[in-house]
């Protein structure tokens, strides 16, 4: 904090009583007295303990905390829960239903460990969603505030005048501000809108524009070249310098469209979207981070995985790599099941065929001609998923199975789930195997410590870089990466997808390739 050091934004909040507010670690004003400040985890910790965010540095205008992938506990689970608007949708008692609690133990366990509890973590996030929307469009404050999550117009303003220590005008007036030069937009993206519906949920769509920070070194073309070499027909389109889909959120459908902005020193990624609810703005916002891996911390990746000889150089060469996310775990299984052993060409044909034949037609509003289709739904795949696929009967029968349980609520995908509890869930249906579960748990939950030995290219990148390639050697290897073997596995598969050349490339363009690392 008295370095004012940029890194560990989003990581703590400095919390000055003196001046009755909080701040950033980076926050420009002057140094307080030790003895003034406290630390928190989150917002909510510091709105609990009666403090104000800074105007001066927007403490919630950053990336936010790698801790909530990194960790597998019940605090962390919750945290991505609440991200994701599940508080909104399902209430207190639907958030302690997914993790396995009790609402009452869930409230103790949060407030010991992150020093507020659900409700108060929940408003903090709404509070956040509503201040960019405030400060960044010009949608009714009414409007606003249910976008944001709140039941009523007086919740919202009560917690505005809480958080922030002004009414949603005042905070509106104060708005006509330009975004921090630090790559930082707003916590829940800068937002410009124009809505052409009346009242919430929106019946017509709205378009934003959302600049999300990340933190350097940021690795995104490697990212949009892993999708943009997966993408289905009809659902999705990739360029060297974009990624555009269409996708379900919890009230409807939107469109998204994403493109790498900012600088080497300050990243940060525009996306520009369509929904058909204002309502799905913070759980679109929470899947576009996952997705792009934007909250990871990757100067401490970075410097554990190079004290490894062996992936040093790819290190140097490939700063800031990513480990892709997923905007829906069960396309993401899917994806996996029908890409596994077939080339990323022949993977792509089977999931545009499916989705031509299987898929729903997406709003006018949202079809712009590239984009006309989402993806298949499971109850679609199980109904109709013999008359479209092909291949050995086994792996179709594994796919319907799969879409049935799915369809029926059998099989759960949540990002709260742990990494234990989505593994065993997924190897306990037929033809599903330890490849294909920790591949998901890795882009699902985001887990950063998982080595895919068993993956054929995989081990090819780590021929290729001199390292051990037999599975057994190669996790012997693996064991000195922990807790970073998701992120060593990307730089080993980014080495199988080159030329061999005793020197590696920058690899703005390289694609994952091979047996098992073809799925979606």
Same mark, same amino acid.
């Given at each position: ?6 890194? /560990? ?140 999550? /709140? ?328 064991? /000195? ?40």
């Amino acid at each position: 904090m008295s370095s004012r050091d940029a890194r /560990f934004d989003g990581q703590f909040i400095t919390g000055v009583h003196s001046t009755g507010i909080y701040c950033r670690p980076s926050c420009p004003a002057a140094t307080p007295k030790p003895s003034n400040v406290s630390f928190y985890l989150t917002p909510g910790a510091a709105h609990e303990a009666g403090l104000r965010a800074c105007k001066r540095c927007l403490p919630d205008a950053v990336p936010g905390s790698p801790e909530w992938n990194i960790r597998d506990d019940l605090a962390a689970r919750a945290m991505r829960l609440i991200a994701d608007g599940t508080v909104e949708r399902e209430g207190i008692p639907g958030l302690a239903s997914r993790l396995g609690y009790t609402p009452r133990h869930l409230t103790r366990a949060l407030t010991t460990e992150l020093g507020a509890g659900p409700l108060a973590l929940a408003r903090a996030h709404r509070a956040q969603t509503a201040r960019a929307l405030l400060l960044s469009t010009a949608l009714p404050i009414t409007e606003v505030a249910y976008a944001a999550g /709140f039941g009523s117009v007086r919740q919202f303003n009560d917690t505005i005048a809480a958080v922030y220590g002004c009414t949603p005008s005042q905070l509106r007036t104060i708005g006509a501000w330009t975004p921090p030069s630090a790559g930082t937009g707003a916590g829940a993206g800068h937002i410009s809108a124009a809505s052409s519906g009346d009242g919430v949920p929106v019946a017509r769509s709205t378009a934003l524009t959302l600049h999300l920070p990340t933190r350097a070194p940021f690795d995104g073309h490697g990212l949009l070249a892993f999708l943009g070499a997966r993408t289905v027909t009809g659902v999705e389109v990739g360029t060297a310098d974009s990624y555009s889909r269409t996708l379900r959120l919890p009230h409807g459908q939107a469109f998204l469209e994403l493109r790498l902005a900012g600088t080497v020193a300050s990243p940060h990624v525009v996306c520009a979207a369509r929904l058909t609810n204002l309502a799905d703005l913070a759980p679109l916002v929470s899947r576009v981070r996952r997705l792009l891996d934007l909250d990871a911390d990757a100067e401490a990746i970075d410097l554990a995985l190079s004290a490894d000889p062996g992936l040093a150089v790819a290190v140097r060469a490939v700063p800031g790599i990513r480990v892709p996310g997923s905007l829906d775990p069960q396309e993401t299984l899917f994806r996996a099941l029908i890409g596994q052993q077939i080339s990323v060409a022949a993977a792509r044909t089977t999931l545009g065929r499916l989705a031509t034949d299987l898929g729903e037609r997406v709003p006018s509003n949202l079809d712009n001609g590239d984009h006309r289709l989402l993806f298949p739904s499971a109850a679609s795949i199980a109904a109709n998923g013999r008359d479209v696929l092909r291949g050995p009967a086994a792996r179709i029968d594994a796919i319907i199975g799969v879409a049935e349980a799915l369809s029926t609520g059998e099989l759960v995908l949540d990002v709260g789930d742990t990494r234990q509890q989505l593994e065993s869930r997924l190897t306990a249906l037929p033809g599903i195997g330890a490849w294909t579960a920790g591949y998901v748990a890795m882009r699902v939950l985001g887990s950063p410590d998982i080595l895919l030995t068993a993956d054929l290219a995989l081990r090819a990148g780590a021929r290729r870089m001199l390292l051990p390639a037999e599975p057994r050697a190669l996790a012997a290897r693996g064991a /000195f990466w922990a807790p970073w073997r998701s992120y060593a596995g990307m730089h080993l598969w980014r080495a199988a997808a080159r030329p061999a050349q005793p020197q590696l490339g920058t690899g703005a363009s390289a694609q994952l390739g091979g047996k098992h690392s073809t799925a979606g």
